[in-house]
């Protein structure tokens, strides 16, 4: 049995997608790809999040997580088209979007299409390729578009990119620089589970692997029907206020070389609006802010010498949600 939950929104017409629907159809698909990835729901609706959002996400965790295991499950529960590339040091941009390719038959050039021409796109061990092969991702990330000898072709829509790095073996890698950091929406991480949550797996993974029998909870037309309910979800003028208040202090810190830009102000407002359709509410509270501000900023932070590690800057971004001050409740 397919689509098994497609009941849930049938387009009559033009009557848009309503913020209950994208409620329901959010719940559905991450009880769906939990029934793969165990007790990590909140990573889930953070990742649907991203989607919703028109963002990508970066996934930092040391290797057997599940990283791999969640981009597939997302991709099987929307019935769209996964695709996968494993970035080496010797990986060369034309295996990223493809290349034209001479047939001698016929005596003409022949596109053959690289992964990225795909809905949901696995970019593993994105730091173990060059710089340039890297560089091949940043007009698909952001235009959603290729060029190929001087043609540019669109992407699918959806086009979402999850890439993985492991932050433990850095021998042999290439760091991804600023500019690309600031592509990603947000970095999130699965992260160990606990003793129950991995007798959890243990159990469910014991006779054979749930992935095989998942099945769609949505289709990719619904997904972009959500996406149009989400842009309408409102942001009192407080609220924005509020967003723009915690980037400026990203920028006035004296710690900090290099502070969010207007991308990521862009970012987190994008955010906060999909994190609050997935909530079932048709406008942004403050929570919402506080809740993805350091998945959000605290990538696209440089500390200066000496407060470069990750766990700084998300202490930074939690220090200034502490001193912002929060819009009042009656603003609304």
Request: charged share 25%; glycine share 8%.
């Amino acid at each position: 049995m397919k689509n098994i939950y497609l009941f849930v929104y049938q387009r009559d017409g033009e009557v848009p997608m309503n913020i209950e629907q994208v409620e329901k159809i959010g719940k559905y698909l991450t009880e769906n790809i939990s029934k793969v990835i165990v007790g990590k729901e909140e990573t889930i609706r953070l990742l649907l999040t991203a989607l919703l959002a028109d963002g990508h996400v970066l996934l930092q965790d040391v290797p057997g997580t599940g990283k791999t295991k969640l981009a597939r499950s997302l991709a099987a529960s929307l019935d769209g088209k996964f695709a996968r590339i494993q970035f080496t040091p010797d990986l060369l941009p034309g295996d990223v979007t493809g290349i034209n390719v001479f047939n001698r038959k016929s005596g003409e050039f022949e596109l053959r299409k690289g992964p990225v021409f795909t809905n949901i796109l696995l970019a593993d061990e994105i730091n173990r390729a060059t710089p340039r092969t890297q560089s091949g991702l940043l007009e698909c990330m952001e235009e959603r578009q290729v060029t190929i000898d001087g043609e540019s072709m669109k992407l699918g829509n959806p086009f979402f990119v999850i890439a993985t790095q492991n932050p433990v073996e850095t021998a042999g890698t290439f760091p991804l620089p600023e500019a690309q950091l600031d592509r990603f929406m947000m970095k999130l991480s699965l992260g160990l589970p606990d003793r129950e949550e991995e007798l959890s797996i243990m159990e469910r993974f014991m006779r054979e692997d749930p992935f095989e029998e998942l099945m769609p909870a949505a289709d990719l037309s619904q997904l972009l029907e959500m996406k149009k309910a989400v842009k309408n979800v409102f942001v009192h003028q407080e609220m924005e206020k509020y967003m723009v208040e915690i980037v400026a202090a990203t920028r006035e810190k004296g710690r900090v070389v290099m502070g969010v830009s207007p991308r990521g102000t862009l970012a987190l407002m994008r955010g906060v609006k999909a994190y609050a359709a997935l909530l079932g509410r048709s406008y942004c509270i403050p929570d919402d802010v506080k809740h993805l501000a350091v998945p959000v900023l605290a990538h696209r932070i440089k500390l200066s010498y000496g407060y470069q590690g990750e766990a700084e800057a998300k202490a930074l971004i939690g220090e200034i949600i502490e001193e912002t001050k929060v819009p009042s409740e009656n603003f609304g």
